[in-house]
Structure formats: C-alpha cells, structure tokens
C-alpha cells in the first residue's frame, strides 16, 4: 500500500511539474533568441570591404545617400581601390545622380574621380560632362561635388550647350539656394559669353 501511495503522489507531482518544465524551457527559447533587425543597405558588398581593406580593387561599387536639402546622391564606378587619406577611394569611370524631391535630375560622368565619405567630398576629373533635365549639357576639365548637401563647382573653365546656344564661362556651380525644392540653381561665372542660336 505504501508503495502505491508513493506511485500515486509521484504522479500527482508529475502532472504539475512536468507542464511547468516545459513552460520554463519554452521561455528560455524567446529570452536567448536572437534578434533580427532590418536590413540595412551598405555601399560596398562584405567582398568589396575585404577587397579595399587588402589594397585590391572592387567591381561596380554604388554610393547613395541624402543631402541635407532632400536631394538624392549617389554614385557609380567602373572600379575603386584605395587611395591615400583615410577611407579615401579612388575611381575609374565615375558617374553620378543627383535627383531633387520633385524630380530634377542633374547626371555627370567623368573618367576618373575619388570619394571620401570623411571630407564628405567628391572629386570627378579627366573631362567631366553634366547633363540637366533642363537640355544643358555643361563640359568641363574637372569638377567637385558635396556628400551632405548639393554643391557642385567646376575647377576651371566650362562650356555649356543648352535651349539658348552655346555659353561659356571661367566657372559655375550649381547649389540649393532657399528652404524649396524649387531652389536648385545653376550659375555661370567669370566672362560669361553666350553665342545666341536660334534654331534651338
């Protein structure tokens, strides 16, 4: 009798214990589970960063980000490897986007460039071409472009094609004047001449 009393309690424990083990264990699973965030978008691939990190060089990297007026930015190579200066890198065939929020578009291209996320600058040089929406098409030796806002200056002498003819001018930028999207604002500098055509 005692026996079967002992068997009768263990099974009565059992019935309690055993639920609240399993209660216990199941917890533990969401407790040390791990979390998992969104994914975030990096310029380069973990490939690309191993390669740079050896002095190699990467394939068709991407840069994008957002300027401080709301524009997009971003930019394309043919190829980057490191260059000197902190995560300076230098580029083959550099190309690049600006868009404004309500679809202004300016896209240049030059053969050669560097990017520095530190100094938040962008160099193109080697004969820089710059297309705008409005049916410009400025030309120039070299030019420098801002990461955190939109700021573009060429370093030298321009010429552009565009609606009114053919301008050329010691220099020109193009910026973000006001607190609208309606602020971009390109602007030719130092003997400015315009020959006038027509047909255009």
Known sequence: MAGGERYSLFIAWAKVLLPVAALA??????LFSTRR?????????????EELSQG????????????????????????????????????DRMNATIETARGGRFELAAE??????????????????????????VVTDAMTARLDR?????????????PPGTL??????????GDGDDGYVLV?????KLVYDPEK
Request: no cysteine; hydrophobic share 40%; aromatic share 8%.
């Open 25 to 30: 264990l199941l917890s533990t699973l969401f």
């Open 37 to 49: 965030e969104a994914p975030v978008e990096m310029p380069f691939s973990d490939r690309g960063i």
């Open 56 to 91: 190699e060089r990467m394939g068709r990297p991407r840069y994008s980000g957002m300027t401080g007026d709301g524009a997009s930015l971003s930019f394309t190579a043919a190829s980057v490897a490191p260059a000197e200066g902190g995560a300076r890198v230098a580029a």
């Open 112 to 137: 050669e460039g560097a990017l520095d996320p530190e100094t938040r600058r962008a160099e193109m040089w080697g004969g820089v071409t710059m297309r705008t929406d409005g049916g410009y098409v």
């Open 150 to 162: 939109t700021l573009v200056e060429s370093a030298g002498a321009v010429r552009a094609d565009g």
């Open 168 to 177: 050329t001018a010691g220099r020109f930028t193009l910026t973000h004047e």
């Open 188 to 192: 030719f500098k130092d003997g400015v």
